[in-house]
């Protein structure tokens, strides 16, 4: 009786932990545009989140910070040599500067070949036209105008408080009206801002991806070769797979033992001599990934080990 | 061991040098344009950034290997923005903006400029009338800061029209780069704004128009509105072009906005919003000059036909440089 509950309770824990995959997978998904080349091979963009894109804008003013600064203390330094002249002419310099910098940051490293300002490259975004063609330099333009309206302007009105009865209420009023363009990206599915709309961009999170070894080619550190019947191999899908190439490849030699030992458990291995938990992983990875990937040709996907065909 | 290679890992392993060759391609023209890319680089690009997006397709049938997909799904972007991406230099760009594109779009936004000319005097013309009228109506439109102010005598007036020390010139340079600053942030503005139906714009070319009627009827009370004028207008043709511009642009987008027609308001918006772009970064320059005139040639001319000489011939050249129609030439926008 109590096994049965046990049972019981542990299929219901799989079966949320499963649909809660989905979901998360689903998510995903939903973050995916296809991007159809003129070759005809499907590119998969990946929109980047509001929080990413508020981050990258972060690291952007505080590089701009950073800049003014040097500016600013640049130029003091220079006109420090002079008489009061050279501090006048020193203001009107430093002047035209900071105005670039604060105009023109974001257009110029966005003209540029790579799309994308230091901090979105930094969070490995970049800025691409929203039906895959050529990011046009007024549209550049266009986008990067309109963040007056998106942030500068919410902000003045945020510091223009402090008027009495009638102006706090117009302040309060102004500041509901701000807030529809400060919060626009929250609430469509492309978390495009204003300026993305008008200029026809987004903005994707296409971070550098390394090629690493591929793990089924490492050679076996033992004479031996472990092997595994199908039924074995059937044990597990492709999310295991997955799972199991990132423990390979991220995690610590705790943690590779800790999952070898329970894929041992679980498929009834009994370890041969000399063999180690890594080399058991990675023979057992080459192993699963081969026999779904056979599968896979036969038009027989296996997501995880829960698909049971 | 032949038991362990895979179709997957075959796969790889033909096409991996290939692969790697396209990367340092691609990182090269990332970072130095395609001048740094040798002959047999740029004749190579074509065939290898054909096959990573085969290989792509294939990977993603054949392949469970996480890290190839997602390396050759990174490098095929990579690849496909730079293969179908901008390719003219800046210079070519630039000078196509100033030869063609720049005028083309300003004569293109007819409309939307009477439309913001009529604002901006409107508002003007309205503040000169009820000041003219009656002298309170200056304060409710200005504050109290200005001493240039109906209780000023016409001395005092006449004084901050002309500059006797010309030996403030450093001075002048700071002078010209706050105003530059200050009247860029308003055509950014009108421009930026013009996305709620154009209508914040209106309000905005509406209020600077004021703030220069209500002026001008103070000088005029005294007898000053000739030299006035050749102040004002000196710098003034270029700067409110400018401002006129500015919110031309914003109007555009507000119309996309408010009467997509046919297309899709996000279609509409897109189109005008291109175009607007043009105009907005052309007032920018517009401005640019203005500041300079304001700053120095106004400080340095104090003699008023010369003043209005210059006001004439800025005049005659915007609306010539705009609006006389050119040869068209090959279109190779990007």
């Known amino acids: 009786m109590t096994d049965a509950a046990a049972i019981n309770t542990a299929a219901v824990e799989e079966g949320k932990r499963r649909r809660a995959r989905m979901r998360l997978r689903e998510q995903m998904a939903k973050r995916d545009r296809t991007l159809v080349t003129p070759e005809g091979a499907a590119l998969t963009l990946r929109i980047s989140t509001f929080g990413e894109r508020f981050g990258a804008f972060l690291l952007d003013i505080g590089l701009q910070f950073i800049l003014i600064f040097v500016i600013i203390w640049g130029i003091a330094t220079i006109a420090g040599a002079f008489e009061r002249q050279g501090w006048q002419i020193a203001f009107a310099v430093a002047q035209v500067l900071i105005f670039f910098v604060r105009n023109f940051y974001f257009i110029f490293f966005e003209i540029g070949r790579k799309a994308a300002t230091p901090g979105k490259r930094a969070l490995g975004l970049r800025v691409a036209d929203r039906r895959g063609g050529r990011l046009t330099a007024n549209a550049v333009i266009a986008r990067n105008f309109l963040r007056e309206l998106e942030f500068f302007l919410p902000l003045s009105v945020l510091?223009?408080?402090?008027?009495?009865?009638?102006?706090?209420?117009?302040?309060?009023?102004?500041?509901?009206?701000?807030?529809?363009?400060?919060?626009?990206?929250?609430?469509n599915k492309d978390k495009l801002r204003i300026g993305d709309l008008v200029a026809g961009t987004m903005v994707i999170h296409a971070p550098k991806v390394r090629l690493l070894k591929d793990i089924a080619s490492v050679e076996p550190v033992h004479d031996g070769v472990i092997t595994f019947s199908t039924e074995q191999l059937d044990v597990y899908g492709i999310h295991e797979l997955h799972v199991l190439e990132d423990v390979l490849r991220q995690s610590t030699d705790e943690i590779k033992t800790n999952v070898a030992d329970r894929i041992a458990k679980k498929i009834g291995h009994s370890p041969q001599p000399g063999e180690t938990a890594l080399s058991f992983l990675e023979a057992y990875y080459a192993g699963l990934r081969r026999r779904l990937e056979q599968r896979m040709l036969f038009g027989d996907r296996k997501e995880d080990k829960y698909d049971r065909r | 061991m032949s038991d362990r290679v895979m179709k997957s890992y075959r796969f790889r392993e033909e096409r991996e040098a290939d692969w790697a060759k396209l990367e340092h391609i691609v990182k090269r023209a990332e970072n130095k344009g395609v001048g740094g890319l040798s002959d047999a680089e740029i004749s190579d690009l074509p065939h290898l950034y054909r096959q990573a997006v085969s290989s792509l397709s294939v990977a993603r049938n054949i392949s469970l290997d996480q890290n190839v997909v997602a390396y050759l799904e990174t490098l095929c972007a990579r690849a496909y923005f730079f293969v179908y991406g901008t390719r003219a230099r800046m210079s070519e760009r630039i000078a196509q903006f100033f030869s063609r594109d720049w005028p083309a779009a300003v004569s293109a936004a007819r409309g939307p400029t009477l439309l913001a000319f009529l604002c901006l005097f409107g508002g003007a013309l309205l503040a000169f009338?009820?000041?003219?009228?009656?002298?309170?109506?200056?304060?409710?439109?200005?504050?109290?800061?200005?001493?240039?102010?109906?209780?000023?005598?016409?001395?005092?007036?006449?004084?901050?029209?002309?500059?006797?020390?010309r030996d403030i010139v450093d001075m002048l340079g700071a002078f010209a780069a706050q105003l530059f600053s200050h009247n860029s942030g308003i055509a950014i503005f009108a421009f930026a704004l013009?996305?709620?139906?154009?209508?914040?714009?209106?309000?905005?070319?509406?209020?600077?128009?004021?703030?220069?009627?209500?002026?001008?009827?103070?000088?005029?009370?005294?007898?000053?509105?000739?030299?006035?004028?050749?102040?004002?207008?000196?710098?003034?043709?270029?700067?409110?072009?400018?401002?006129?511009?500015?919110?031309?642009?914003?109007?555009?987008?507000?119309?996309?906005?408010?009467?997509?027609?046919?297309?899709?308001?996000?279609?509409?918006?897109?189109?005008?919003?291109?175009?607007?772009?043009?105009?907005?970064?052309?007032?920018?320059?517009?401005?640019?000059?203005?500041?300079?005139?304001?700053?120095?040639?106004?400080?340095?001319?104090?003699?008023?036909?010369?003043?209005?000489?210059?006001?004439?011939?800025?005049?005659?050249?915007?609306?010539?440089?705009?609006?006389?129609?050119?040869?068209?030439?090959?279109?190779?926008?990007?």
């Open chain 1, 159 to 187: 510091f223009s408080f402090g008027g009495d009865g009638v102006e706090t209420w117009i302040t309060w009023l102004l500041l509901l009206w701000c807030a529809v363009f400060v919060l626009f990206p929250l609430f």
């Open chain 2, 129 to 165: 009338f009820l000041t003219l009228n009656d002298n309170e109506w200056y304060w409710t439109l200005h504050g109290g800061w200005d001493s240039r102010n109906p209780n000023a005598t016409y001395d005092e007036l006449r004084a901050t029209l002309y500059t006797e020390d």
């Open chain 2, 194 to 334: 013009g996305f709620a139906f154009g209508i914040p714009t209106a309000v905005l070319l509406i209020y600077n128009g004021v703030y220069i009627g209500s002026f001008y009827a103070v000088f005029w009370q005294k007898g000053l509105a000739y030299e006035l004028t050749g102040w004002l207008f000196i710098h003034g043709v270029t700067e409110l072009f400018a401002i006129i511009l500015a919110g031309a642009a914003g109007f555009m987008i507000g119309g996309a906005v408010a009467f997509p027609g046919r297309k899709s308001r996000m279609q509409s918006m897109r189109d005008s919003g291109e175009k607007a772009a043009m105009v907005i970064i052309g007032a920018v320059i517009m401005l640019f000059i203005a500041a300079l005139l304001e700053g120095f040639g106004r400080q340095l001319i104090n003699i008023d036909e010369v003043r209005y000489s210059i006001a004439g011939t800025s005049l005659v050249f915007w609306l010539g440089y705009f609006y006389i129609p050119r040869r068209g030439e090959v279109d190779r926008r990007d």
